[in-house]
């Protein structure tokens, strides 16, 4: 059996072929100087691959070098690698000769089985829903016979409630790992690295909140399922300044660096539905994000090739500012929603998906800012954000810059999307039913804004074209792009 060659994202068992296999993995410095990624990102990933090295004990050679070309020089006889995540990574791996790349793991359905049920598409679009309910079938999940638990494949309509009138959810605080040497080795490694300017982060440090080993990912499962899962689902959508996981499952991380299948996660969602401790609502959206979404994204990364990150359908040429890039580290923000959400990057590094599509990304495509740009901003600022993750996701889901291969419509809105869910507008200086005057809501004139700058290459799309319509009975239209115009990508 050969040495398995285990990149920082491939860190869970299931990249093993036996307990006992020999190992490699190499700690590349050059991989964080490279750009500037989240201080906790950058100590996440080292603590992750140092635990597991430590687990692994006798088994593993682990090389720390600047790069992997370096550290590979070093390494004598055959490795065998499952396939990386990245164009990059993929592309390096397969001209060594004395590798063998292995088919991908830590997904539900295989490469091979996407492109088949692609191929099967022929003329028609590719849709998540279909590709969703085929693997809830294939893999027998909330399915009675052929059917789908509850007569319904999709809870979404019913997972959409605003928040209640209060400051917080209401659900128990997530379970939180606690820091040992490990984290101290990894925190001085950073700040050490920071002094000589080798590298520089983003983000504010620790403490450590995401799972960094097997049995933490595995606790943050259970925990989720028993305490936060019930809660889920008719909230997932909803923000609160005061609750910054809500009943999110804080998974993403853990399943990301490999710690957990999502197989083994939707099955243990599953068992909390048919025990009757989590209502089939809740578990359908949970299920539908792993082997759903998930899945999804990172097939039309490899699907849609490695050109698509450079679409730019809507002619997006503004450069993301830099108390964006910054995280709005001084506090110029006045945009409740908006300064909130950086607060959450900025502290965590991580905020859930309805804060990232609908306040950031929504923001972004508001503004025309490159969608390249706020690609690589997602990937660097985020805990859980890697090439394949964000791509697709970015481009197509939230810039809408692919031109509607992946959604139907551009994810804008205006403010009183973000007042109907969420807190933010209460106490904020700007009026999200004003789209123009000193406390005109940036997201409300910017969603007509959009519309108008972008009014020919969004012809013809019939599920937008009645707000394309109206745009033009707008009295105001003028003062309103004249007024967008002067404000530009200035801190709102």
Known sequence: ??????????LGPHFLDARDQEVLMIESKRVFARRRFHRQKAHLVLSAMRHRAAELGDQVQYVKANTYGEARD??????????????????????LADVEVLPARGFATSR?????????????????????REARARLDVLMEGSNPVGGRWNFDHDNREAPPAQSTLGTPEPWWPQEDEIDEEVRADLDRWEQAGDVSFVGQDGPRRFAATRREALHVLRDFVAHRLPSFGPYEDAMLAGDDWMAHSLLSAPLNLGLLDPVEAVERAEDAYRAGDAPLQSVEGFVRQLIGWRDYMWHLYWHFGPEYRHRNALAARRTVPEWFTDLDADGTVDARCLSETLRGVREHGWVHHIPRLMVLGNYAMQRGWRPDEVTDWFHRSFIDGYDWVMVANVVGMSQYADGGLLATKPYAAGGAYIDKMSDYCGDCRYNPRKRVGDDACPFTAGYWWFLDRNAERLQGNQRIARQLSSRTRLKDLDELVQQEQTRGSSAP
């Open 74 to 95: 070093k390494v004598r006889g055959e490795l065998s690698v499952c396939s990386p995540t990245s164009y990059a990574a993929e592309r390096f791996v397969r001209q």
């Open 1 to 10: 059996m050969s040495r398995r060659w285990l990149f920082g994202d491939q």
């Open 112 to 132: 091979e089985d996407f492109e088949e049920w692609a191929s099967r598409r022929g003329a028609k679009r590719l849709l998540m829903e279909d590709f969703y």
